[in-house]
């Protein structure tokens, strides 16, 4: 009986402090999800569906994605270099955020209002995998 009530304790006090301690900070999912809060790309059209699950997420600007690795599907470093390699977005920063065609901000570039979407960049002005820099402005 004791047992049972010892374990009856534990399951009680882990309920409870599930309930008290909040949630973590969401990040991006590799499936073509986007949490709020975050900017994601991804290297295959339409989100990565029915492709490789490149993908990588922002909350803050980058200058040059040179120094990014896209991650795979499981959040591991694919090692592959995400600089002009870009295919589709999804902005849920709560600004507007820019490609750019160069690093520093420099070149063609398309602006991307908070939640939206857009899974075949060869329709804007930075076009299919020539993102090089990532520009996140709030006013």
């Not at 591991?76 to 870009?86: A, F, P, Q």
Request: charged letters at 20%.
């Amino acid at each position: 009986m004791r047992l049972s009530r010892k374990a009856a304790g534990l399951v009680a006090t882990a309920a409870i402090f599930t309930a008290v301690v909040p949630a973590g900070d969401a990040v991006a999912s590799p499936r073509s999800t986007c949490y709020g809060g975050r900017v994601c790309l991804y290297a295959a059209f339409d989100f990565n569906r029915g492709h490789a699950d490149l993908w990588r997420d922002f909350i803050e600007d980058d200058p040059d994605f040179a120094d990014n690795n896209w991650l795979n599907w499981d959040f591991s470093n694919s090692w592959h270099s995400m600089d002009n390699e870009t295919s589709s977005i999804r902005n849920r920063i709560g600004c507007s955020a820019t490609l750019w065609q160069h690093p520093g901000y420099t070149g063609a570039h398309s602006t991307f209002t908070h939640d939206s979407n857009d899974g075949f960049l060869v329709n804007n002005a930075i076009t299919n995998n020539r993102a090089s820099a990532l520009d996140i402005w709030c006013r």
